[in-house]
């Protein structure tokens, strides 16, 4: 959508809430600006890990954002609706009518994730999910949590670190399997389920039971996970409906994945990876370029090592800092990006960039390393039969492959601009 097609929208409302990122503040402050001029009676809040790590100097950049959400957010953002007076709201940073900015008490962490209503209700009243599409995944598909938290300690990824804590919070597995039957009754188009945990298989039993559910109510499902997950497992996720797994392998250079505590070696991820190979679950594998201790050599061993597990589709990303991770905290510390600069994660045509640059390998061979690194991976006789075959026998999947091909060229053109 266009920014005033938006804007008429947010207009006719007495509440706006925005969830913005450290990329996107900057255009987020005034989109708010613009609303306020339009609606100077509107209220302004925004939530996300930006707002919540920063909230003073967020509220204080622009004067049209009148509060920030700090901690989990979600019953903030109901109490504000609800009406009660802002100084009375866990968790809420906001603009006083003097001007001042004021920081409530924290909102204590939710223990009790079964008190979150089911968000497919509302996927389905205000989302045309047939407008969104992810390449790996089947079309149409629903995106869901079934807890938060994550047990890892990877010193690059932000909610964790900022949000949602290192503890992993879960939904009971009943209340998981009741909102999956809705969607499976009331979302009949839904061609697959996503369960987006940051590691939604840390706690094998309950994943096992939540995939016997799944098995009986017939649905297609696919999952986050940490390439350690058993065999045995995997073998009944699979048998049980389980179509693909999204993995963070990020790096094929051990002391890469050592230096951010990913606590996985590239032996183990290999066993993992041969072992969904066998069992028929394909792999949707993510990396990461730029890591510390990052190296020219590095990032080949990491290109021959995905090319040597091929999973099904790749996603590559360069390191990003976000502030409040320990990466954030390191760049800074040792000179690797500057603090208090505006920190540029995305060009202007939503390319990513690359933020970190060392003494021995720069921002711009980070950066054109990705490039290469798709190029490396997709472009091998072996791969474009898999992706030519497995269009051939699927006229769904031909279209599917098609639209990511021209979203793949069109990524690499602008990329190299």
């Not at 394909?282 to 190296?295: C, N, V």
């Amino acid at each position: 959508m266009s920014v005033a097609d938006t804007l008429e929208i947010a207009a006719g409302y007495e509440l706006v809430i925005i969830h913005t990122s450290t990329p996107s503040f900057p255009t987020d402050a005034l989109f708010a600006e613009d609303l306020k001029r339009r609606n100077p009676t509107v209220l302004i809040g925004m939530v996300g890990a930006k707002v919540a790590v920063d909230p003073h100097n967020s509220l204080a950049a622009s004067d049209a954002i009148d509060f920030v959400c700090r901690e989990e957010f979600d019953f903030t953002c109901r109490d504000v609706a609800q009406g009660i007076p802002l100084a009375n709201i866990q968790g809420l940073s906001y603009r006083a009518a003097d001007g001042s900015l004021e920081h409530n008490e924290a909102r204590p962490i939710l223990e009790n994730m079964d008190e979150l209503p089911f968000v497919a209700p509302i996927y389905k009243r205000d989302l045309k999910i047939k407008n969104y599409f992810i390449g790996y995944l089947k079309h149409p598909y629903v995106s869901i949590y079934t807890g938060r938290g994550c047990r890892s300690k990877c010193t690059f990824c932000l909610w964790p670190q900022t949000v949602g804590g290192h503890r992993y919070r879960t939904r009971s597995v009943d209340n998981v399997l009741d909102e999956v039957r809705w969607i499976r009754d009331n979302m009949p188009e839904v061609k697959e389920i996503m369960f987006d945990d940051d590691t939604f298989t840390d706690f094998k039993p309950r994943v096992e039971e939540i995939a016997r559910g799944l098995g009986k109510l017939g649905v297609t499902w696919s999952c986050n996970a940490k390439a350690n997950v058993p065999f045995s497992t995997l073998k009944i996720m699979k048998e049980n409906g389980l179509r693909l797994l999204l993995v963070g392998y990020e790096s094929g250079d051990d002391q890469i994945l050592l230096n951010i505590k990913k606590g996985l070696r590239t032996d183990i991820a290999r066993r993992f990876s041969e072992d969904c190979r066998k069992l028929g679950i394909k792999i949707h594998g993510t990396f990461i370029l730029g890591l510390p201790g990052e190296t020219r050599d590095t990032i080949e061993k990491t290109i021959e090592y995905a090319k040597q597990i091929n999973p099904h589709t790749i996603q590559v990303s360069l390191a990003a800092p976000y502030p409040g991770t320990t990466l954030y905290r390191q760049a800074i510390e040792n000179g690797w990006m500057q603090e208090n600069k505006v920190i540029n994660l995305v060009s202007s045509k939503g390319v990513q960039l690359a933020a970190i640059g060392y003494p021995h390998l720069s921002r711009d061979e980070i950066y054109h390393g990705l490039e290469t690194f798709y190029k490396r991976f997709y472009f091998r006789p072996s791969k474009i039969w898999e992706i030519v075959r497995e269009m051939l026998v699927s006229w769904e999947m031909m279209c599917r492959r098609l639209r990511e091909g021209v979203e793949f060229f069109s990524f690499l053109r602008a990329h190299k601009a």
